[in-house]
C-alpha cells in the first residue's frame, strides 16, 4: 500500500486514483427506507447522531449529519446487496436510537464484523479518526465490541450533500420532510465497486504511519477536520476478492 504524496505546506495529494464505475443501483423502496431513518435521526429529532467529529471542531447542523446519515446507510444497503446471494449477511439496522447509542457493528457477513464507510462518488480515501482507533485496530467508542475484521469504503453517485446544498438545507438545523423526500427520491443511487481492507491490514497502515493530521489538505482543497489514519482507494480489495477471504486460499 502507498502513502499519500506530500506537497509541502501540509498539503497532500494522492499517489494513485481509481475511476467510479457503476457497480449497481439501489432501488426505490430502499431509498425511501434510508430516507426516513436519516430524517427522523436528524430533522426530525427521533434519533440523535453526534455533532461533533471524535477530534472535530466544526459544530455539524442538522442538514449535514443528515447527508451522512443518508449516505451512510445507503452505503450498508450497497454491501447488503452486494454479498447477500453469495454470503450469510445480517441486514442494515434501521432502529433509531438516542444520542450516545449506535450498532456495535454495521453488518455480520459469514460471522465477520464489519464496518461500511462511504464517500463521494470522486473520493479516493478511506478515512478514520484517530481519535477513535487504538493500535490494535480497535474501535475505541465500542469498548470490548470494538473488533471489525473488515473494513468496507462504498463510493455513491449523486452526493447527497451537494443536493442539500442546492437545496440551501446542508447547514440548517429544519427542512420540510416533503421537499426534501422529493428532491432526493427523483436521483439515481448508484455505487460502484465496493471495496475492503482487513483488520490485519488496518493494524499494518497504523504501525506504519498511514496518517493525514488536522488542518491539513488534500489536492490544495479539502480541509482536514479532524487527524485521520487513511488507505487510498486504489490499495484496497474489491468486494469480488471477498469468496477468496472466506472459502479459498489468502
Not at 35 to 63: C, L, P, V, W
Request: glycine share 8%; with cysteine; aromatic share 14%.
Amino acid at each position: 500500500m502507498d502513502k499519500l504524496v506530500y506537497n509541502g505546506n501540509g498539503d497532500y495529494s494522492f499517489s494513485r486514483k481509481a475511476d467510479f464505475a457503476e457497480f449497481g443501483v439501489l432501488d426505490a423502496t430502499t431509498v425511501q427506507k434510508t430516507f426516513d431513518f436519516a430524517y427522523d435521526m436528524t430533522f426530525g429529532a427521533i434519533g440523535q447522531h453526534r455533532e461533533h467529529r471524535s477530534e472535530g471542531t466544526a459544530g455539524r447542523k442538522n442538514g449535514e449529519i443528515f447527508a451522512d446519515t443518508f449516505q451512510g446507510k445507503l452505503a450498508e444497503f450497497a454491501i447488503y446487496f452486494s454479498l447477500k446471494n453469495q454470503f450469510e449477511v445480517s441486514a442494515p439496522n434501521l432502529d433509531k436510537w438516542a444520542l450516545g447509542k449506535w450498532d456495535a457493528f454495521d453488518l455480520s457477513v459469514n460471522g465477520a464484523n464489519v464496518a461500511i464507510k462511504s464517500t463521494k462518488w470522486f473520493g479516493q480515501l478511506l478515512l478514520l479518526e484517530t481519535e477513535d482507533w487504538d493500535e490494535e485496530g480497535n474501535y475505541k467508542p465500542n469498548g470490548e465490541n470494538g473488533r471489525y475484521d473488515l473494513l468496507f469504503l462504498v463510493r455513491m453517485k449523486p452526493c447527497c450533500s451537494e443536493i442539500l446544498q442546492q437545496q440551501r438545507l446542508f447547514y440548517s438545523n429544519r427542512a420540510h420532510r416533503e421537499t426534501l423526500q422529493t428532491a432526493l427520491s427523483a436521483q439515481t443511487w448508484a455505487y460502484d465497486t465496493p471495496r475492503f481492507i482487513t483488520r490485519a491490514e488496518l493494524v499494518a497502515l497504523i504501525e506504519k504511519g498511514f496518517s493525514i493530521p488536522r488542518g491539513s489538505t488534500l489536492n490544495g482543497k479539502t480541509r482536514m477536520d479532524a487527524n485521520n489514519y487513511y488507505c487510498q482507494l486504489a490499495d484496497m480489495h474489491p468486494v469480488t476478492e471477498l469468496a477468496q477471504r472466506f472459502y479459498g486460499n489468502k
